[in-house]
């Protein structure tokens, strides 16, 4: 089963405070009704209480750039997600001591990594085509992982440091191959239901 990963330009907000138990991290890892541009090829919009099954179901890791060793679990009760009007929020205590947790700590507090995003599978999803480009609505996903990431795979935010055309054909090779398969995967649903 091949995940989504999602990017989503939302800044942690900077409760990353050291205490006798670690150090406190909450963010968001998605948020609601904003639709973003899928490589030129669609938007996409998270509906509310999209998560509300996942959360307490899945297993969910908290990963750097969707990789590596968990920071945190939900399975082990260090990683806490919860649904609010925003988005899908995240809460985890790390522990000082850990070596993944130092690499990225400081980096935190500066700013520097202040991007989330999310892996999932989308469970039920609706499509409208009616205007120029096809937009995708989420209603109802599995999560795999959040993660606090260096590039999400979109950044609405920072399209300004660069030139629309050069961000927009960086984002379709980057962008291609999930694209295509987002596509099949659409076809592949109006011929299950059709048939």
Known sequence: MDFEARGKHVRLPAEVRAGEDGILVEGYAAVFNQETDIGGFFRE???PG???????????????????????????????????????????????GD??????????RRG??????????????????????????????SLHDVSIVTTPAYDGTEIGLRSLEGFRKQQAQRNFSAARMRLRMKRDLALRERG
């Open 112 to 141: 520097d990594l202040d991007k989330m995003s999310f892996a999932f599978w989308p469970e039920v999803q609706e499509w409208d085509d009616s205007g120029d480009m096809p937009v995708r609505t989420i209603k109802k996903a």
């Open 99 to 108: 070596p993944d947790v130092a690499r990225i700590v400081g980096k935190m």
């Open 45 to 47: 919009r998270i509906e």
């Open 50 to 96: 999209a998560f509300s099954e996942a959360i307490g179901r899945d297993d969910v890791v908290f990963l750097i750039n969707h990789d590596g060793l968990p920071l945190a679990r939900t399975r082990s009760g260090t990683l806490t997600l919860s649904e609010d009007d925003k988005g899908l929020k995240i809460s985890t205590r790390l522990e000082e």
